[in-house]
């Protein structure tokens, strides 16, 4: 009987595949354009949650709707479920390779109606095989002798991820995609080759030879998207302290007012507080004002932040735990969702301004002198605005790394050889 798992293995792939509306690991996942997967139900409440707020405001019935994660819009048309988003295979064959992980005391032969317990796959066949059937498989059958068994202890190591799944099949032929098209960027089956992919109107390749510089590409990528997180991550801490500092400008602020306040109040009370009333509500208006355009940016850069994130963790996961009809499939997919980023990049990654208020309050013996109650002090915030000027001019310098990215996977794309590659 096989052995229980390490279990740091299993928590990484808890985490990995948990959604994260329920907290729970995937049932039934749907993914996104954004590659956010949720649990289907999950989704559907989801959706019905946002229907039933639009029928009670007695609004249309919303047929867009935004990532939980990252507010990337996908659509459900009215009268329709979930259940149209599409499936990944990626994520469905990592969720058959958490089973594995979880369950290995308990998987049975799916060979013999005994069904015992099962000891190790055939990846091949795609059948656990208990200790009798793999010797009938090995032994009897010599059109099995090509076949690749692996133990369900070899299964449960991470390096032998990608061969514990499911191979995808043709929706047409119900065959193995064993071939790839260069030209139409799918995976095809013998079938499919002889008739709709031919020679020389398509490049054709074994998945062998093709998925080797199309995983180079996605290495090259994932680097850069490391670089773009690691950019959003700063911008969105930058952004953070400047709100801190602006809370605290804003404070500093009132209490100057307030001290002022004190040292007249004898003389003026009435007056005072009238006057003071008034500047602390301009501090308020400044504060608005200057915190607005800070929120908003912090939001879009929060938003890019888990769009870059979210493009990065599922391209390394591709590349680390992918097989090689997984890295294909997606590969293409990848390479347009960084075209759509790029197009969502904040203009401007530093803050939009210093966030600067200060309260220049005169001497209480001056006001008191010649009083001017409409002239107590002024809130200074030029320099908010010149920050904000100086960001403005900012942004005509910064070069967009997706942008990069996106033109180097469509002008530089690694093509195969054909005297390198097998002939089909």
Excluded at 154 to 179: I, M, Q, T, W, Y
Excluded at 208 to 217: G, I, M, S, T
Excluded at 306 to 321: H, P, Q, W
Aim: aromatic residues 6%.
């Amino acid at each position: 009987m096989a052995t229980a798992p390490d279990s740091a293995p299993v928590k990484q792939l808890e985490m990995m595949l948990e959604c994260s509306i329920c907290t729970e690991t995937l049932t039934q996942p749907r993914t996104l354009s954004c590659f956010h997967s949720f649990c289907s139900h999950c989704l559907e409440n989801f959706v019905a949650t946002h229907r039933k707020k639009a029928v009670k405001e007695k609004a249309k019935v919303p047929e867009v709707f935004e990532c939980p994660e990252c507010r990337t819009e996908f659509h459900v048309k009215e009268g329709e479920s979930v259940e149209k988003i599409s499936s990944n295979h990626f994520i469905n064959n990592m969720l058959e390779f958490l089973t594995l992980q979880q369950q290995a005391q308990w998987i049975k032969c799916q060979s013999c109606k005994a069904k015992d317990s099962g000891t190790s796959r055939c990846i091949s066949c795609e059948n656990y095989l208990c200790g009798k059937c793999l010797e009938t498989h090995n032994k009897y059958w010599r059109v099995f002798e090509v076949h690749v068994l692996l133990t369900l202890e070899e299964l449960a190591k991470p390096e032998n991820r990608a061969k514990a799944g499911s191979k995808p099949r043709c929706e047409k032929h119900d065959k193995v995609l064993k071939f790839y098209c260069e030209t139409c960027k799918v995976l095809v089956c013998r079938y499919c080759a002889d008739v709709n992919h031919i020679r020389p109107e398509h490049m054709l390749f074994p998945l062998a030879d093709a998925v080797v510089q199309h995983k180079e590409a996605l290495k090259t990528s994932s680097a850069i998207f490391e670089q773009q997180k690691n950019e959003a991550v700063q911008s969105n801490l930058k952004i953070g302290h400047g709100m801190v500092t602006l809370e605290n400008n804003k404070a500093k602020a009132k209490d100057a007012i307030m001290q002022q306040q004190q040292e007249i109040r004898n003389a003026f009370t009435k007056k005072l507080e009238e006057e003071t009333a008034t500047m602390l509500s301009q501090v308020d208006m400044k504060y608005n004002e200057a915190s607005a355009p800070l929120v908003k940016q912090q939001a879009d850069v929060k938003d890019y932040l888990a769009k870059t994130k979210s493009l990065l963790n599922f391209t390394k996961n591709i590349i680390s735990n992918g097989s090689d009809e997984e890295i294909l499939s997606l590969e293409h997919q990848v390479e347009e969702k960084a075209g759509s980023i790029e197009k969502e990049r904040p203009e401007s990654m530093e803050p939009v301004h210093n966030s600067g208020i200060e309260y220049r309050a005169k001497a209480s013996n001056d006001v008191l002198e010649n009083v001017k109650w409409n002239d107590l002090g002024k809130i200074d915030d030029t320099e908010i605005y010149a920050s904000a000027k100086n960001g403005d001019e900012l942004v005509t310098n910064i070069n967009s790394d997706l942008e990069n990215v996106h033109k180097w996977m469509l002008q530089n794309k690694l093509q195969i050889h054909p005297t390198k590659t097998k002939h089909i």
